[in-house]
């Protein structure tokens, strides 16, 4: 990872970590921050709080975390809890998925966009999200489906999950 310049911004009770560098990896929060980076960044970026993508930087990254703002460009996958916004200079190529987008005058997303419900999830999860969710290597997951372990169905052979009846396992398998 190569460091770039760092520095804390205060607005008003908002105080926002903004990042110039060139980055490399994954980078996790798992408390709420409001985070916007400036630079380049490839990778996996999870985050609590908010996110901005400002105009200048270019990520390449599967993408979660609250609020997202993006104004510049972005390839990947997106995956927001309350919104995404493409402000008038962002350019993304990818999926977006999220309850609630704002997409400004002269934004372009290429790719796919879907909405999800209010509660800020899709009603399915992949193999590697439910995997990321139950803090579980991926074969792992697979082995359990494969077994009948969990509640699972296979389309186009790929296992998805119900994530109201994953919820439901859970709390089954911990009364026992």
Known sequence: MALGRQKQVESGADRWLEVDASMTGTLTFKDAVNLQINGQFEGTL???GNLAIGQTAQVKATIQGEAIKIA???SGSILATTRVELLSSARVTGKVTSPRVIMHDGAVL???????????T???????ELARYL???ANT?????????????QEAGE?????????????????K
């Open 46 to 48: 999870n985050t609590k």
């Open 72 to 74: 510049g460009m972005v």
């Open 110 to 120: 290429h790719g796919t966009l879907e909405m999800i419900g209010s509660r800020g």
């Open 122 to 128: 899709s009603p399915w999860m992949t193999m590697e």
């Open 135 to 137: 803090e579980v290597d």
């Open 141 to 153: 997951v697979s082995q359990w489906a494969q077994a009948g372990r969990l509640p699972a169905q």
């Open 159 to 175: 296992w998805k999950f119900d994530r109201t009846k994953i919820e439901e396992w859970l709390a089954h398998e911990k009364i």
